[in-house]
């Protein structure tokens, strides 16, 4: 994938528009935000209609859903979760307990900045969510990944010694695979 | 007119206390009864009142830090679905080297609470047998519910905030500002300055 | 082929918007499962775990090619020359085994993941595959034995010839082979193998990427295939492409529509289904058609 605008061959265009407009989200939901994702997928705010589906396994999976708090003890599972995940793959937090602690700003076991441990691509405002909130952010997503710019991934593979550094002061007990794609 | 609705909770407390010896009473208010004992009696307590007096369910069991005292209490909550009285069974241990006997084999909930309060508290229960990670993993600081852990010391030194935010202020200094009132001193210490 | 492909996928993607429909909200555009497969092609990387896994989704994929080589998909003449495809006799019962074949290249590529969901989902479907081909077995031997042919050609011949369809010359072999086919499309209720929220979707779970791409090809061909075999076995055939298309969503709509409003089946009730009335009808056909015709 190129970064910059000036070079886009046909090639990318097609396979942007047809990454943007089928999103397969994984159907997993990591803290109390979870709970606006059944509203976002059901009958009343389809979101289905943009062509976001929930499938079962991060394997078949291009959106991962930090929705809330994440534990230092959730963590460690969302970054295999994160790992085993195929290319291009987009992260959304919701909530502001991803942006700045939220509501758990002095808790000893929750972690406050999410973009220090996993690279998120859009970060959608608000205490849960409103259901309009959250297909906003997916359609902020679709933009960004027509413009060629969301690309958490290839930022994570970059800088992974730095992201590996901010995962191991946090978690103390690492005993996982390495990252070799 | 209100001694007749409390008979049932005078009754019980006047039997509690001449069952055992140390035992004080009180009638909280109707359907509450409070008990305090000494730690040595807590299984012959729980027991008696499980098999003789009807309260066979256990709701809860809670843990209080006196750190002015230098104890713990440790409360468990009873009830009996017959008589429809919750019974509030009270002791104190020490703090330090905090040990008290475990009441797994009288009801089998009390395991998880147990199990709860060691790891949150460090009170050691004698005999109970449970994994020793329950909730938090690999913590190796000071049981976190203790009233001199210091939380915000800890977040500062292990986690970082958003840069260009410090500006958001804290909020209770904020409200106290537009409604008049006073931030009372204990809740001073829980501020963001 | 690249006909089946293309509307095997278009039917895809009307199902999901008659599912969306009657389920009160409006579903996706009809091409959506187009955008599906050409995003999962254009991943990246691939995962895999062996050999073994290249090898599994290529002989699904074989296999619904394979047998859609041998299907006759127009009679008549004129467009014949493009679709006659491979016949020869007795490709009836060669058939019957390329459907089988489908299902075990699945098999085989979960199973060398390693992965104890993709074990218990393969089990599971294999042993729901082994309720559901009685019945069919037993609709297309009445067929085989009214007809006194084995060859497909020779039962559209069948049909052209005597001027009525099959499905009204031996009905009790048509009910049969309908309820069997709802157990063929892995369309609920019997869709255990395959549901998200029971294994977190089986057999497929390792399966990312390109290989997903492929399963889910192979899958829109199957049906596809599947849909025209009914057709030309009971319905006589179609003489032009609309009447095909006709005939097969008409059809289609029965397992899909019945789908919709049920929950899922677990295993051995699904094979106690299949045991019941499917085969009770499948073996009144038989007897039908060897002593009444």
Partial sequence: ?181 | MTDKILEKEQQLVQLLEQTFKNCTGKVVRERRVSVSVEKELIPSVLSYAKSQLGYIHLSHMSCVDWIEKNKFEIIYILWSPADKVQLFVKTMVNRENAEIDNIDMIWKQANTYEREIREMYGIQFNGLVGAQEFILEDWEDMPPMRRDFDTIEFVDDNFTFRKGREDAGNVREEIIKRSGEEIPDFAKKYSRD | MLLAFVVGVFYGGFVRKITARVQNRVGPPVYQNFLDILKLYSKKTAINHGWMQHLGPAFAITASVTSLMFIPILNGTGWCVWFENLNFKGDLIFLLYMMVFGSLGMALGAGQTGNPNSAIGVSRGLSQMVGYEIPWVLAIVALMLQTKTTSLTGLVDFQVSNGTWMMFESPFAFIAAVLAMLGMFHYAPFDVPFAPSELSSGPASEFGGKYLALMMSSGSIFSFVKLVLIVDVFLGGAANLIMLVVKTFTLYMIPVLYGIVSPRYRTEQSIRYFWGWPTFFGIVGVIYAVFVR
């Fill in chain 1, 1 to 181: 994938m190129i970064n910059d605008k000036n070079s886009r061959k046909i090639a990318d265009i097609i396979q942007d528009f047809s990454r943007k407009h089928s999103l397969f989200m994984l159907a997993y939901g990591t803290g109390c935000g979870a709970i606006e994702i059944p509203p976002t997928t059901t009958s009343r705010y389809d979101a289905e209609r943009f062509g976001i589906r929930g499938m079962a396994t991060p394997r078949q999976a291009d959106v991962l859903l930090i929705t809330g708090y994440l534990a230092t003890k959730t963590l460690k599972r969302v970054i295999r979760a994160y790992e085993q995940m195929q290319d291009p793959k987009y992260v959304i937090g919701f909530g502001s307990c991803t942006i700045n602690g939220g509501m758990y700003w002095d808790s000893y076991n929750t972690v406050k900045i999410l973009s220090d441990y996993i690279p998120v691509d859009v970060y959608i405002n608000g205490c849960m969510p409103r259901p309009e909130a959250v297909i906003t952010g997916f359609i902020e997503l679709q933009n960004l990944i027509k413009e060629g710019k969301a690309n958490g991934a290839e930022q994570y593979k970059e800088n992974l010694e730095w992201y590996r550094e901010n995962q191991r002061k946090v978690i103390k007990n690492w005993k996982m695979p390495d990252y070799n794609w």
